[in-house]
């Protein structure tokens, strides 16, 4: 879960595309050596988890609205037609907030756009899997949408305190979460991973989930790890029973979000990141462009 990049983001998402050197260059020119990558992400995944979202519990018709449009899009293909752009060579389509007024049939959508690529911005525009589909259902309900940001750890309450009317956040479902949301079918199969620095070589010799957890429970506490606040990579961490994490000694650094993490984690200040797998992605490709 939870589960890129609004401020934090803002620096990864003005990251700029490396030139390619070649055709372009002057006959008998050195060519630039590549540049190696900085931080990297390690191909293990960590857990198994599912995203839905979260509808609020005095709105039983507007959740079966939901799985109904979750079905749809499934069966129709839209789904994966979203997923592609954000996953393959598709491109991402902008989707606009209106402004709140409750005078207005609304939709309003709690989110915290720091999750790329489920939810994130570039100026006031909101871009991201499922910021798409809360745009397609907004439609589909004959509803204005209204998207509302916040960190978060804020975003089952705010449904759950009936300031919005669902939760899409890369959230993933978990049980405590429940006193506050009605989960939606689930609509993504999410897992998380360790991203370290490119010198950190200790991990790749790792072939699957047991071999990192042994490496991570020799480490004491005077090791930092960092992970996005609230999201199963703190509880990963820091041991959570109902999930059947143990945890591990280290000393859990929780960040707003994974690109403040993992830009601690470039500057020293941490020896390893913990976030979902594909934000995970997003993030040290864009971090490796910049460097």
């Not at 939901?66 to 839209?78: L, Q, R």
Request: with cysteine; charged share 25%; hydrophobic share 35%.
């Amino acid at each position: 879960m939870k589960k890129l990049i609004a401020k934090g983001m803002v620096i990864v998402l003005s990251a700029f595309t490396l030139c390619a050197c070649g055709g372009n260059e002057e006959a008998g020119s050195t060519p630039e050596p590549k540049k190696e990558n900085i931080v990297k992400v390690i191909d293990v995944e960590l857990t198994e988890e599912q995203y839905a979202f979260g509808v609020d519990k005095d709105q039983p018709e507007l959740l079966t609205s939901v799985n109904s449009y979750i079905k749809e899009i499934k069966a129709n293909g839209k789904f994966d037609e979203i997923c592609s752009k954000y996953f393959g060579s598709g491109q991402p389509t902008p989707v606009m907030s209106a402004k709140l007024d409750t005078s207005k049939d609304q939709l309003k959508i709690a989110t915290n756009a720091a999750f790329e690529p489920f939810e994130y911005t570039e100026g006031d525009t909101y871009y991201g899997i499922d910021m798409e589909i809360a745009a397609g259902l907004a439609e589909k309900l004959g509803k204005e949408l209204v998207i509302q940001n916040m960190d978060f750890d804020a975003v089952c309450l705010s449904v759950g305190q009936h300031k919005s009317d669902i939760a899409m956040a890369g959230l993933t479902i978990k049980p405590d979460r429940e006193k506050y949301v009605d989960f939606s079918d689930s609509y993504y199969d999410a897992t998380q991973k360790l991203i370290v620095r490119t010198d950190n070589k200790e991990f790749d010799s790792c072939k699957d989930k047991a071999a990192v957890d042994k490496l991570l429970a020799e480490k004491d506490k005077s090791v930092k790890i960092g992970v996005q606040s609230g999201t199963t990579g703190q509880f990963y961490c820091e041991g959570d029973k109902s999930w059947g994490f143990d945890g591990f000694k280290m000393t859990t650094v929780p960040y707003k979000n994974g690109s403040l993490a993992v830009q601690d984690l470039i500057n020293g200040n941490i020896a390893l990141v913990v976030i979902d797998a594909a934000p995970a992605k997003c993030i040290t490709d864009a971090f490796n462009k910049m460097y």
